[in-house]
């Protein structure tokens, strides 16, 4: 699996989680929804640790904790 795949699976798995809208999410994270749905539909091919830092901040979420799931686990780095 790839980075930004991992990262998409992450955020949907949160949202689902936490019954939370891609606005309510875009909003508490101070982000543009442009830029979260652009993760989400896979045309953010690299989402940089900013702006997934600001995801975790929203939701009160440490960055650790974000990236300790089993979609981390087997990444392709190529």
């Known amino acids: 699996m790839k ?18 809208t891609v606005n309510k999410l875009a909003v508490s994270s101070g982000l543009m929804q442009s830029t979260v749905d652009s993760i989400l539909n896979g045309r953010s091919k690299n989402p940089t640790l900013g702006t997934i ?17 089993e979609v981390f686990e087997d990444i392709d780095v190529e």
């Open 3 to 20: 980075v930004n795949d991992a990262v998409k699976a992450k955020i949907n798995k949160i949202l689902f989680e936490r019954n939370m």
């Open 53 to 69: 830092s600001k995801i975790c901040h929203g939701i009160n979420m440490p960055l650790s904790e974000f990236f300790q799931d």
